[in-house]
C-alpha cells in the first residue's frame, strides 16, 4: 500500500534541531516541514520523508536549525547611520542630550529609509526574525517601507513624547504625541501578512507626562497591541520620577493603571524590590540590554537584579539598543553577556545558564512581544521564522553541547540561511531581497551628511593620516 504524499513548499532535512518547544528538544538528524508561512511538522527526518513531497529541500547535515531570535530593544532610526560617531567616554546625559538627540534631528526621509534597512540587514544576517522597535524617531512611512521590503517581522511605532521642549524639530504637545500614537495605530495595524504591526511606544524615562502615558496604555488596550518604553537605565528615571511623584517609577506607572501584562519595560537597572514585586503581579515585561549596559556603564553588573527577575517568574527578553549605545546588534553576542555577566558579578557559575540566556533570546522574547503562540521555538503551527547556522567552522568543532557552543563558542557570524513567514531572505549568508553593497553606500553616504548637518565634531583619539 503507498500512502499519498503531502505537498509542502520546503523541507529542511537532517539537521540538529533545537527547537525550543515546551520539552526543549534537540533533535538529531531532524527536519522541519514549512509551507506557506507556518511550520507544518517538526521530528526526525526519515519520517518526515515518508509523511512530505516538498518542492524544494535544504540538506541541513552541517547546520543546527534553531527558532529565529527575538530581539526586543532596536532603534531603526537615529543611530544605525552614525554608529559609533558618539564617543564612548560621555555620560549618560550627555550622551542622550549633546550628542544622540541632535543627531535624531538630522534624519531626512531617506535617511530614515536606509537606516532601517541596514540595520535589518544587520539582523537578519545574525540571525535575528523579529524585532521590538523602540520607536521611529519620525518618518515611520520610510521605516515600515524599508521592513516590508526586506522581509523582516517587527513591531514598531512612532516615538512620542511631551516633557522635553528639546530638539525643536520634534517637540511635541501631549495631545500632538497622542495623535501621533493613534495615527500610527491606525495606520500600520496588519501590513505584511501581519510581519509588521504598529505598537503604542513612548520614549518612557522622564519624558512623558501622565496623561500621555494613560492614552497610551489606552491605546495599546484598544488596538491589542503592545505598550513599550524605556525605563530606569540610569539613577536619572528613580531620581526623576521621586521628585515628581514622591514614588518610584514602577510604583508611579502601577498607580496610573499604565503597569499591565501588555507592558514592555526596557532597561530596568536601577530597581528596587518593591518595584519588581508590581511587575511581577502585573505580569509586564523586562528588557535586559547587556551590550549597552556594559558601553553606556549603567552598572548593571553591580545593582542589576536580572538574576533575580527571573527567579521571581519575571518574563526577562533580551535586547541590543541603539547603534550609538550596544554597536552591534548581534544578538548572540548580547546572549553571552546575558549568560557571563552575573556569573562574574556574584562568582557564581550557576547564575544564569546558557540554557535560560537561550530563552530569553527566543521564547521569552516571543512572549514579550505578544506573539508566544506564533513564534520563539520550532514547533507546528507555528510561523516559519527559522535560523540554520553553518557548523562546519571551527568555532563549532568539536560539537558536544549545542546549546553551550551557541551560547558561549559562536556569534552571528556563523549564521547561513534565515527565513522569515516561510520566505528565505538569508541564504549562504546574503540577503537575498536587497542589494546589500547598495545599501551600504548609501548608509555611508546618508551619515556623513548627518554629521555635517549637526555640526558636532568627530571625537577620534588618535590622529587620523
Ligand atoms: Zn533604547
Redesign the pocket.
Known sequence: MTTELRHIDLLIAHGLLVTMDSERRIITDGALAITGDRILDVGKTHELQTRYEPRRTIDASDKVVMPGLINC?V?CTGEPLTKGFVPDDTPFEENVFKWLCPIYAAHEPDDEYVSAMLIAIEMLKTGTTCFLE?GTVRFVDHVVRALTEIGIRARIGRWVWDIPPEPRVYRQTTDEAIRHLEDTLQRFRRQANGRIQAWSMIIGHTTCSDALMRAAKRLADEYEVGLNM?MSPAAMDPEGFLKRTGHRPIEHLASLGVLDRNVVL??MVHVDENELRLVKQKEAHIVH?PT?ALKVAYGVTQIGKFPEMLALGINVALGC??SN?ANSMDMLRATYLAAGLFKDARRDPTVIPAETALEMATVNGARAMLLENEIGSLEAGKKADVVLLDRSRPEWVPLHNVVNSLVYSTDGRSVDTVIVDGDIVVENGRCTRVDEQDIYQRAQRAGQAIVARTGLPRKMKWPVI
Open positions: 530593544h532603534h523602540a524605556h526596557v532597561h540590554c549597552t539598543d541603539g549605545a
